[in-house]
């Protein structure tokens, strides 16, 4: 079974970020890391591979510059080649643009049994280019997959909802997209990084891929404002008089949680 | 105690740009390892620790080891966890040798990888601490097939391995060393005797535990001439490397620490029952010379222990200073309560921390760095020239930094005012972990003792006056940047105290051992800082300060050489003093 699993490389969330006052976007010449809602994806698709007894994982990322070390920790991981699409005429790109771009790379890896990509990025959020994919490469997409397993040539996926979660199944191939937490991504061993330093990367444009970069010109979304976070406000002290459990069920029902 | 974040510019910047690991890397030795990789390896191995092994360090301090009736000791149960993952990464066996599974890197990658792990948890880290420790002993001494019994376990941390040198009456005298070993007729030895302060000497992390212990064979001379090395194995190995029968080894109880408390510091009775089966390792009678094999890396290791506990508090002291608010900070609005961080005498305590943690990891790695040139040189004055800087630097780097990790793990409690002096923030942890650092490992003194023993004779004081020419010709260059002539003048200064220093115990040495000895600390505290403001002035003067970062490395090595060398060069008073005070009271009128 092989799989394709969609990385992306963002800046390092434990380093303050900071805006490009042109553009209001995320500023991502830096050193880039692998964004952790992806390392599930990897680690499901290792897993998958590992349980099908034969296959291998490839990674495809799209980044603005030539930074790998994202990359690089995938492979370590144990995925066994990659694609990055690396082209400054991409900056700025909107989701349906990074979706054909994607979609493109799978293709040049000759599709795969199976893709899966995160539900959303770290530092983007967009949450739609999964899907865009999908409808690109003509796969059938299940979204917000919690566990996955193949059977008999069939995907069964269980889906997580906001009231628990549907069984879906599926035939292969297929687009998934998985939330983090599903699984735990192992750490790269010393000998993974060793290897991974030899696994080809294969780094390509998007004329390559046939894909017109519209740019920050002909992105179909724009950031229009960033305004500051609200201020945390005060939480309320409640002092335990006995009855205290009534006020926590009111502000539980007051949440609707309960 | 705030999350531990791996300072992977400070290493790499140690690595690079102070210890030159492009240049170890560039020599025929090591020439398959590149600095891309060590970074790669190092960010990963930064991430590993953080997520995995820095979140265990608070159980290791409330849980703790402890001791049963069956003479089993458990570990805090996410202790077993986080060190099964660690083995599962195998960076444990990157210096050693690929024979056994290890890829023979330097040992200063490795050294980086240490302090990240002992920064994240030092209770933790002392296992693998003293299997590293036994790996060199047997990768040095060991018979082939003792190699291939034990290392390749060893190397990846599936196995652990002790040292037990201390009985009762055998502490830092290991010559007065008493357990026995009787030989069995067929190579094996019977061993008996207890052996008291063995790290990890039982645990339930790994699920096997190899012991390396110094006993007496029958006729053996007295004292360290008289001493073996032993392996001997919690489980005996089968021929398939399977474990078989227990050996008669028990763990009779293990000690109330001030600190450490993960760690389990075992008293081991050898040979209660039906004795307990070992091997010879090397030769007879030298196990104390097999023990110095390993002595400068075990001693290194816990110098660096010293820089990673600093590295760790001051993390948890920063974090407070910024988020704490009280009083109001000059020129600060009315009616505002600062964040102490803004507080003159609270940024004076960072500083502090923070310009000795610069000038301890400068030491460190510029220590093993000498180590591995010393490896790699093939041309034996060269080596020599290496070899004698290292081992300069080995009682240096571990008094001195352990010694400071004293005062900077406090100057951290004192940051948190009342709130560090109680145990919830976990600040005061890293107090009393530090504690035993100057004392294991060949005390303080001990290290002092060495100094003006061993490495003060060393090229008839040539090895310390090439340090010192060093330093004064850093301070030339230092001279040149306007903003840097005062710490230049501190230098040069305390170059030529450490001179006259050296030269007056270099008279002394031979003529008045007491006086001699009674300069030795603060002699070695003289010297270490000196050595360590010249590696900052080095660097300072490498480092580009165009960028955030390194400006900030060029303002601690300012503070270093205005602010903390100065103090280290009042101790002149204290090495040239006779003895004659020390002793002056009588014994009697002491108590």
């Known amino acids: 079974m092989n799989v394709i699993v969609c990385v992306k490389q963002i800046p390092d969330p434990a380093s303050p970020g900071e805006l490009d006052p042109s553009t209001n976007q995320l500023k991502r010449d830096g050193k880039l890391i692998l964004d952790e809602s992806d390392s599930y994806g990897v680690e499901m698709a290792l897993q998958l591979v590992d349980a099908a007894g034969g296959g291998e994982v490839s990674i495809i990322s799209m980044a603005p510059n030539g930074e790998m070390s994202g990359m690089r920790t995938a492979l370590a991981m144990g995925a066994v080649k990659g694609v990055l699409v690396s082209d400054p005429a991409l900056a700025g790109s909107d989701a349906l643009t990074t979706a054909k771009v994607l979609a493109g790379a799978v293709q040049t ?3 795969a049994d199976l893709v899966i990509a995160g539900t959303e990025s770290s530092d983007g959020y967009t ?3 999964p899907e865009q994919m999908a409808e690109l490469l003509g796969l059938p997409s299940v979204t917000f997959a919690k566990s996955v397993k193949v059977d008999g040539g069939a995907l069964k996926v269980s889906r997580q909802t906001e009231e628990g979660f549907d069984e879906v199944t599926c035939p292969l191939p297929a687009l998934i997209s998985v939330t983090a937490g599903v699984v735990e991504p192992r750490y790269p061993s010393f000998k993974g990084i060793m290897a991974a330093k030899s696994k080809p990367v294969d780094t390509k444009t998007a004329a390559d891929l046939g894909v017109t970069a519209a740019g920050w010109a002909g992105a179909q979304q724009a950031i229009v404002e960033v305004a500051q976070a609200a201020a945390r406000q005060a939480g309320e002290v409640i002092e335990d008089d006995g009855e205290t459990f009534n006020k926590i069920v009111e502000f539980l029902d007051g949440l609707k949680v309960i | 105690m705030a999350d531990y974040r791996p300072p992977l510019a400070d290493i790499t910047h140690a690595l690079t740009t102070v210890a030159d690991l492009q240049s170890i890397l560039a020599t025929e030795r090591y020439s398959h390892v590149d600095v891309d990789t060590v970074v790669g390896v190092i960010e990963e191995v930064g991430r590993f620790m953080a997520e995995v092994i820095a979140p265990t360090n608070r159980d290791g301090d409330q849980i703790k080891a402890q001791w049963h009736n069956d003479g089993s000791v458990t570990v805090p149960p996410s202790f077993i966890t986080a060190y099964q993952q660690y083995v599962a990464t195998g960076f ?31 209770g933790m880290a002392l296992c693998p601490l003293l299997t590293q420790g036994a790996i060199d002993a047997l990768e040095a001494h060991g018979s082939p097939d003792q190699q291939a019994m034990y290392l390749p376990k060893m190397l990846t941390g599936e196995w652990a391995a002790t040292m037990n040198l201390s009985e009762p009456q055998a502490g830092s005298d290991v010559g007065a060393v008493r357990a026995k070993a009787e030989p069995v007729g067929d190579g094996s030895w019977k061993i008996s005797g207890t052996k008291i302060w063995i790290t990890y000497g039982e645990h339930n992390m790994t699920e096997q535990i190899v012991h390396l212990v110094l006993a007496r064979t029958p006729g053996a001379p007295p004292g360290t001439k008289g001493i073996s090395m032993f392996v001997v194995p919690k489980f005996l190995v089968n021929a398939d490397g399977s474990l078989g029968k227990r050996n008669d080894i028990s763990c009779v109880s293990i000690e109330h620490k001030l600190g450490i408390h993960g760690s389990p510091t075992c008293v081991l009775a050898y040979g209660e029952n039906t004795g307990a089966i070992g091997w010879l390792v090397g030769e007879e009678n030298e196990g104390m010379r097999n023990m110095f094999t390993m002595m400068n890396n075990a001693r290194l290791s816990v110098g660096l222990q010293g820089l990673a506990i600093a590295e760790r508090a001051y993390q948890d002291a920063v974090a407070y200073a910024v988020e704490r608010r009280q009083g109001r900070a000059i020129g600060a609005p009315a009616g505002e309560q600062s964040p102490i961080v803004e507080h003159p005498d609270v940024r004076r305590l960072l500083m502090f921390q923070r310009s000795w943690i610069d000038a301890m990891r400068a030491l460190i790695y510029t220590n093993a760095a000498c180590l591995d040139q ?11 020239a290496w070899r004698e800087r290292a081992d300069l630097y080995i009682p240096l780097s571990k008094s001195l930094c352990t010694d400071v990790a004293q005062e900077t793990t406090s100057a951290a409690v004192q940051i948190f005012g009342g709130m560090g002096y109680v145990e919830e923030t976990g600040v005061a942890q890293h107090y009393r ?19 003006v023993g061993r490495k003060l004779s060393m090229r008839g004081g040539g090895v310390i006056f090439d340090e010192l020419d060093r330093c004064a010709s850093l301070a030339d260059r230092l001279h040149e940047n306007p903003s840097m002539v005062t710490f230049a003048a501190n230098l040069r200064s305390a170059a030529d105290t450490c001179r006259r220093a050296t030269a007056h115990l270099g ?16 002699y070695l505290r003289l010297l270490g800082t000196t050595v360590c403001a010249g590696l900052l002035a080095e660097a300072a003067l490498k480092v580009d300060g165009s960028t955030t970062f390194g400006a900030a490395k060029i303002t601690a090595a300012r503070f270093f050489g205005e602010q903390i060398l100065p103090a280290a060069e009042g101790l002149s008073g204290a090495v040239h003093a006779s003895s004659e005070d020390l002793f002056a009271i009588p014994v009697d009128a002491l108590i």
């Not at chain 2, 010393?374 to 020599?384: E, G, H, L, S, Y």
């Not at chain 2, 530090?434 to 060495?450: F, H, K, M, S, V």
């Not at chain 2, 008279?507 to 600390?521: Q, R």
């Open chain 1, 109 to 111: 890896l000759g599709g």
């Open chain 1, 127 to 129: 949450g739609t280019v």
């Open chain 2, 92 to 122: 444990g066996a990157m210096p050693f040798d690929p024979h056994f599974g290890g890829a023979d890197f330097p040992w200063i990658t490795a050294i980086a990888v240490q302090e990240m792990l002992n920064s994240a948890n030092m």
């Open chain 2, 374 to 384: 010393a490896k790699a040189a093939t041309d034996p004055d060269t080596a020599r």
């Open chain 2, 433 to 451: 972990d530090a504690r035993i650092l100057p004392i294991y490992e060949g005390t303080n003194g001990i290290q002092a003792a060495d100094l």
């Open chain 2, 507 to 522: 008279e002394t040495a031979t003529s008045d051992p007491a006086t001699l000895l009674s300069a030795s600390s603060p």
